[in-house]
Structures are given as structure tokens and as C-alpha cells.
């Protein structure tokens, strides 16, 4: 079992690590780009990156207040569903009564690596990989489609 403190640090080493093999890696667009904090720019619209001792996931967080706009914006993501599975891994899960927190509803696109500890070393690269590639998969869906949805949200 691990203290609060070595899970900290534990997870700051990895995200560290991921951050460094993604610094030199180009957006679709060319720009520089920060992969572990990915933003959408829409707000309500979040794409998350985790690890912890079971999985790995990628995960896109749909958390508009307005229930009609999350609903909306939730019927955009399914009828672009192909796109979006062709470049991000067409193992999607999707969760559309997802909560985070009792308070807070949201829908969920997530696509999940088992087996793996983010507390085991020898997971690390498969996990970074894994996260990269849908990552990356995502930026590419995002420089096409950032605009409708975007337009949809304004």
C-alpha cells in the first residue's frame, strides 16, 4: 500500500514522463501543443487523461449547464461518431448519464486500457502510448470539427 505522498509522487513522475515523450510531437494544425492539458476552447467541453492501479483512459467530458446545449452538442459527437472512432480507436464507450460528482450530469465518450498499474514501471510505456495515440487521434478530430461544435455552443 502507498502513502497519499508516494501516490503524488508517483503520478507527478508519469505525467512528467508522458509530458516529456509528447513535448517535440506537432498538433494537426502544426502548432505546438500542451497534450496533457488539451483544452477543447468551448466551455462546458473537457477531454481528460488518466491512470490509476487498474486503467488507463481518455475520456471526453460533455458538462454544459444548460441541459438543451449538452444535449446538442452530445447529438453532434454521436452523428459524427465514425470520424470520431476512426481517428481516436473505434473501442468508444459511450456514457450519456455520466456524473462525476452528485451535482454535476454530464455525458462521456471514453475509451479505457485495462490491465494495466500505473504503480507498475513496466506499464508506463504501454499506458503513455496508449494515451498519445488517442490523444493525437483526438487533435486530429478536433482540427476538423472544433468549428461546428464551437458554433453550436455560441
Known sequence: MFTREQVKEYKTAFWEKF????????SATGKRKNWLHYRSNIKGIFFRLEATGKEAFFAIDI??????VRDIVW???METR????STIGNEMVC????SLTTDTISH???????????????????????????????????AD????????CS
Not at 82 to 85: A, D, K, N, R, V
Open 63 to 68: 458538462q454544459m449547464k444548460d441541459e438543451g
Open 145 to 152: 470539427f472544433f468549428d461546428l461544435f464551437y458554433s453550436l
Open 19 to 26: 509530458r516529456q515523450k509528447m513535448e517535440k510531437q506537432r
Open 95 to 98: 456514457l450519456p448519464s455520466y
Open 75 to 77: 447529438e453532434q459527437f
Open 108 to 142: 462521456r465518450m471514453q475509451w479505457t486500457l485495462e490491465g494495466v498499474n500505473l504503480f507498475n514501471e513496466s506499464d508506463h510505456e504501454r499506458i503513455m502510448d496508449f494515451l498519445a495515440e488517442k490523444i493525437k487521434g483526438l487533435d486530429e478530430y478536433w
Open 82 to 85: 465514425l470520424l470520431l472512432e
